[in-house]
């Protein structure tokens, strides 16, 4: 019987905790399938006492039997992507195997990267905050129809192809009056083409025809967060491609009549890296705290992550925009030992009350908070504490969704399923 794609999303400002989701799920699934960003992303999972840092692999190569697939929505660059395998043979594990690339998918270049910095340094002090991983310039060569993809590396004039393009963005950093990316770059770049294109370069979407028709279990694991969407994100202050669920269809090439479940990721609190508005920001010792609790600090940059207390209007837009059908709370065991914790119910914006994101978040908007009770030390064999299952069950009265799996550490072990939620 065919069987439905399941999507896994950020519904924050990314970090979320989506790495360590897929991890716990991906053995109920026989696909996990990354459908947009790249490089930008830094998903972490820890077991057995080790921790990994994926960017572009989807986070279900460490369990056996699971084949990871690299959707036409994402941007690779290769030089990442070969550090990433070079980084799994170096704990034993073969991806090579298990791993396909779409030949839909865009390639970043060296002068992406280039790009991406001299975009950034003109912009000054109303920069962005981007990773730099030349996330932006890709996708603008995408929908400006310019781009190099996976499938042209099977091409004879591949190289014809890249020369063509990096001359269009000499021209570019010539009148940013910036340089061009360093020889050693390009060489470094055009080395590691040559080993993606001995990897397993498919036409995706038909691949994922075929399992979904087979009855194979499918997950789209999604990179970054909602709040961080081209479209309905605090836009400018975003990424460049669609973080949200019907990001998961243009990016693996799956029809929207076809999506199971949506899992939402979100934290107990919220974080941001980066520059752009965040209402719920805390500037003071609380912030501090949850920062050196939560170890929040970039998994792909180390840049220190701004932390504020949880954005219930922000998450009920991810729930709507999304059509999210559960949710995932993590990392509340950060806020333990809280007498009492703060939830953003609504914001005044220009001295009026609204409990919506307003479309624009960057001017006089102030949150509206409402104290409940903290708790103590959260175990995952032990019963919940009152006050937190308290704080549970608000979070899904006021965002209508439920909450079905609960994290409370960074460890793979450290999850509690509240229902069998992935399995349908
Ligand atoms: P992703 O980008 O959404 O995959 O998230 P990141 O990996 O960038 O950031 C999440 C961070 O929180 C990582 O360092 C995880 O190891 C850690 N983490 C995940 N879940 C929990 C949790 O429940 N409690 C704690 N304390 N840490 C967690
Ligand atoms: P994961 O998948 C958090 C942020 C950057 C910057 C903005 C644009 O780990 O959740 P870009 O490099 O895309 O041009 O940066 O988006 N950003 C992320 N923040 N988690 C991420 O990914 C992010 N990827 C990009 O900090 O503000
Ligand atoms: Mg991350």
Redesign the pocket.
Known sequence: MAARMDVLL?AQW???????VVDVVAPEYNVIARFQGGPN??????FEGK?H?LHTIP?GVFREGTTNLVGNGVVIDPVIFLKEIKALDAVGLDVRKSLLISRRAHLILPTHRALDAASEAEKGTSKIGSTLKGIGPTYMDKTGRNGLRIGDLELPDSMDRFLALTKKHERLLEQYGKPDAPAEAREEWLAAVEVIRGLQLVDSEHYLDNALRNGQRVLAEG?Q?TLLDIDFGTYPFVTSSNTISAGACTGLGVAPNRIGTITG?FKAYCTRVGSGPFPTELLDDTGEMIRK???EF???TGRPRRCGWLDLPALHYAVMINGITELAM?????LSGMDTVQVCTGYTVNGKRTDRMPYDVSGEIKPILEPMEGWGELRTEAPLPASFERYIAMVEERVGVPITLI????DRA?TVRRQPTFAR
Request: proline share 3%.
């Open positions: 950020g990314g970090d979320e905790g989506k790495g360590k992303a830094g998903h972490t999972l820890i921790k840092v986070s990179a967060g990721i609790a939560g170890h970039g998994s792909t993590m990392k509340a065991d950060v994290s409370l550490g960074p450290e």
